[in-house]
């Protein structure tokens, strides 16, 4: 009974932090398009940031969901992606931040300094991210000829 109460309140504790993750991914990024300071938010990349946290505090699911849901709500509410061809290229790469970046925290990197884990973590996830988003607009982009 007292495993089943700790798993619940892990996963509470999880989604909760999920929550917080996906709301700062919608709030901060305002901060930075404020009028006159929009090239900001192209340099900081502040969607970025809560994806990562998401994935280092909850793992890679929920860094994944939180990835691929976070440029869908933000849109919705803010017209921020446009979703064709950013919205869509920052699902799939924010996905890939998440999911490998909790991957590789907690399962590969777990043994070793925690600091050190951080930054072997962050660096594959920023490489797989760039990639993911960089097929996508391939895919999105590229020139169709029809027959």
Do not use: D
Not at 58 to 64: E, Q
């Amino acid at each position: 009974m007292q495993n089943v109460k700790a798993q619940s309140k892990s996963a509470v504790l999880r989604l909760c932090t999920a929550a917080m993750c996906l709301a700062a991914g919608i709030l901060l990024p305002q901060l930075f398009h404020i009028p006159g300071v929009s090239i900001s938010g192209q340099v900081f990349l502040p969607m970025h940031l809560p994806v990562f946290l998401c994935g280092l505090l909850c793992g890679w699911s929920w860094g994944a969901a939180v990835g691929v849901i976070l440029p869908l709500i933000s849109s919705a509410i803010t017209s921020m992606p446009v979703m064709y061809p950013m919205g869509f290229s920052m699902m799939g790469e924010l996905c890939a931040y998440g999911a490998v970046c909790g991957l590789l925290y907690t399962k590969v990197f777990s043994s070793t300094n925690k600091v050190w884990s951080i930054y072997l973590s962050l660096l594959p996830a920023m490489l797989a991210g760039r990639l993911v988003a960089g097929l996508i607009k391939w895919l999105l982009l590229m020139e169709r000829k029809i027959p």
